[in-house]
Structures are given as structure tokens and as C-alpha cells.
């Protein structure tokens, strides 16, 4: 610890008196300055031990002591030295009570001790407690480094916690706390996410300091990563500001976990690389080498009904700036899908393929409500501009028919883009109409094409085709139904009919003709919503 007036005291060739303040002798000295100004208060730092002969001084006035001695005590002044034997055969009673009234330490300089003597004593202190500190952290260093190397991130985490005599946490991309010391401390990190979150829109490196949950202790937050966007967050919790030891422990403490999440970003890489070609080996309808090539990197999430999500980012082009917004959509929904898996412990295979994310996981998991969440949350927030994400997700599979899974994704990809919607399940497309989709801007020119010349007719007032055609679709041809639902003999009912072939030039009983005009008729008619 650095020196205090109790160890200048106590200090044998110093031979200090203590007049005034005995109860303050623990303040630390920050340094020892001389200064003979009737007012030195604009040259001090605070924490100084300001050493004076009274020369210009009327140190036995009381009024102007009080002054002097209040002013130092304000400025943060931590003790006075005063030389007897030079001005003042000794330290003048106003100076002393002024002193005592202001509970400003008062220690009286015998003549035989120089002001030098006790301006080397706080430097050699000062020095010996950096030595010290620097010391210490180069022990606390090591430590660090045999704990992240025996037991990684939990063990670093530990030894941290120790150090500072506090607690540390680790937070992956997301924000979601990973590892945690002591186990206490899980909790009261998560509360912390919204300032992790915060934190992580900084470009590394970027730290912060915030009051912990209920003001319960000093919490710093740093981010950890070398790339633009952080890899993850490591907070460190204490009582009070961290000395210097501690402080070379946190330092050590973020180098080792960035070196670490840069060796994690390696390996993740590679695994990507490897889940790029089992996924292009399913694909191919080769289950057995994909499960071959796999091995255990992805658990038993070949041997598991799973689901392919395929995503992709509403807009294309649009510069620099416009590719780091999609490249960030995607990589938002990949950071979902891995912390949602590292948090539960399920296997997922996430394939980047240029502006596309492809990710396989089990059905019925976390990886899958959590990209679903995502997805709804993006939904929420109506973000409709280029470059927002688009998902598609399968129905559940296995390595069999992986390949008709993905052509399932990437349909309901397609409904979802048109539809301006952020997420579609095959599924759902399965299990509701196909008039939806009949909202197609290609799908109503071509019926309005097919219906133009019975509307063009009907126009000249010389008969209802198009309602005839309606009605004798919804009947499915049945005359006598349709005629009475037109108020009108069936006769006149089929007299339109053949009118409607003609001018068509096609034939009623091709049933492909009349799916084709009855859905022609929904498309155009607004019924199709």
C-alpha cells in the first residue's frame, strides 16, 4: 500500500511529532511538496503532505490560521509539516488549533530533519509500493495464465475473482452469461445485460464502469475481440475501485480471454468449414459420408429428426454499408442460434454461403425457438427496409431427406418475401390455402389477361357472364344450383355458358380450364386475402 503519515511517523530517522489529527494518520501520501506561498492552494493535487516554515506566514494569528489551514484541508491536503527551530522555536498555538479544529494532522519537523529527507522517504515508499504492485500482477499474471491453460475460461475466471477479491463473468456474443465466479455471481451478472448489450455496439476495445444491481458493488465491464463487433464481454465486480495489482490482473485477465476467443474464432472457422461440407454431402443425398465427415463435432444431431432455417436479407446491392447491414442481420440470427446451443448443450450446424445463413438443428429444441424468437422480435419491430432478414424453416427431417428439406426452407423463404413477412414455416403453408398466394402481381395480370373479354362483354350490358361463370364454378357445374342462386331458368343458364366458351375459345369440361378461370375469378375479385 502506498505510505501514510502513521508510517512517515513512525519512521526512525524522520523523527516526526504528531500536534493535531492523530486520528487521520491513515490517509495515503500521494507526495511530500514544500511551499513557503501564503496561498499554495492552486499548486495542489490533493493528497499532498505540504511541509512550510511559516516564513511567510503570520502563524500566530488565529484568524488568518483558520483561513489557511481551512483551505487546505478543502483542497484535499492531507497533512501539514511544520519546521520548528527555523521561524517558529515552536509550531504557534493558533496554527495548532486551527489545525485541530479542522482535524487537518499536524506533524512538527524537528530542525535536524531536512524537508529533502522526507520527500525521499514518500518517493522511496511511493517506489517501493509500485514495485510491489507491479510485482504482484506479474504473479497474478501467471496464475492467470496456468489457470486459463489447465482449466480455461471457468479456471481464469476463478483465479480473477480471487485476485481482486471479488467476482468476474463471462459473456458470450449475445450478451448471455457463459461462466461465472464464484457461482454466486451468475445471478447478479445477468442482471447486467442491457449494459453488456450497450457495450457491445462499441467498436473493440471498449470498457466501461457501472454501479452493480442495487448498487452493490463497482462493476467494469470490458469487451473482448480484436474484429469490429465483439466476440464477447468479461465483467469484474468489487468493492471499490481495483489497486494496482488488481488492476494488472484485469488487464491480464482481458488479454488472455481475447486470445482465447481469437483461438475459439479459428476453431470455429474450421468447424464451419466442416459443417459447409456435411451439409453439401446431405444435400447430395450422401447421409452415410456426411455422418462420416461429421464425426462427433455435431453430436448426434444427424441421428435426430432436425430442421433446416434458411435465411436470407431483403436486399441486395446497395454499397459497402448496405452489405455490413445484411452481413449483420445474418450474423445477429448465427450469434441466436449458437448462444441458444451453447447455452442448452444441443449440437447446430450453421453454414454461411455468401448473403444466405443456412442452419441445421434439432427439432424441437432451443436453437429453433430461439431463432424463431429472434425472428418474431425483428417482426415486432417492423423493420421493413432492404437488408432486413427474410427466414425460411422446414418441416422436420432426417439425413435421408435433408435435400427436400432445404427445397422446404427455401420455398417458405420465398413466401415470407413475398408476403413482407421476417419468418415462414413450410408447415404453415401446408396446413392453410393457396389463395394467398393468388396476391402475386404476376398471378393477377394473368387474370385479368384470361377475364378481359367476358368483362369487355359484360360491359356492353348484353348479359352477366362473369357472375354466371362464378356461380356455375361454385356449384361445380351443377345447373339447376347455379341458375337458382342467379335467379334465372337454367336454360338462360346455359345459353351463357356457351357464350363464355366461345368468346374464350375454350372448353368447359377441361377441368384444368375451369380450375384456371375459378382462380382467375378469386385472384381479381378480392376475395383472395
Known sequence: MPPTLASLVHHSALKLTVRAGEDRLDAPVRWAHASELADPVPYMEGGELLLITALKLDAEDREAMRRYVKRLAGAGVVGLGFAVGVHYDDIPEALVEAAREEGLPLLEVPRRTP???????????????QYRAVTAGFAAQRELTRQTLTDGPEG??????????????LYDASGAVVAAAPDWAGRRAARLTAEVTRLRERPTPASSVVAGPENEDRVELHSLGTGRRPRAALAVGTASAPGTAERYAVHSAVALLTLTTERSRSLYAAEQRIGAAVLRMLLAGEPDHARAVAGDVYGGLLDAPFRIIVAETGGGGGGRAQGDANGDALGALAEAAESAAARSGEPVLAVPEGERLVVLAADGGTVVSACCEHAAAREAARRSEDGDLVVGLSAPAGPITASAAYKQAEQALSVARRRGRVLVEHEQMAAGSVLPLLADDAVKAFADGLLRALRDHDATGRGDLVASLRAWLSRHGQWDAAAADLGVHRHTLRYRMRRVEEILGRSLDDPDVRMELWLALKATAGEAG
Open 115 to 129: 524537508f529533502l529527507a522526507i520527500s525521499k522517504a514518500v518517493s522511496a515508499a511511493i517506489a517501493a509500493d
Open 156 to 169: 481464469l475466471l476463478a483465479a480473477l475473482a480471487s485476485q481482486v477479491d471479488g467476482w468476474a463473468a
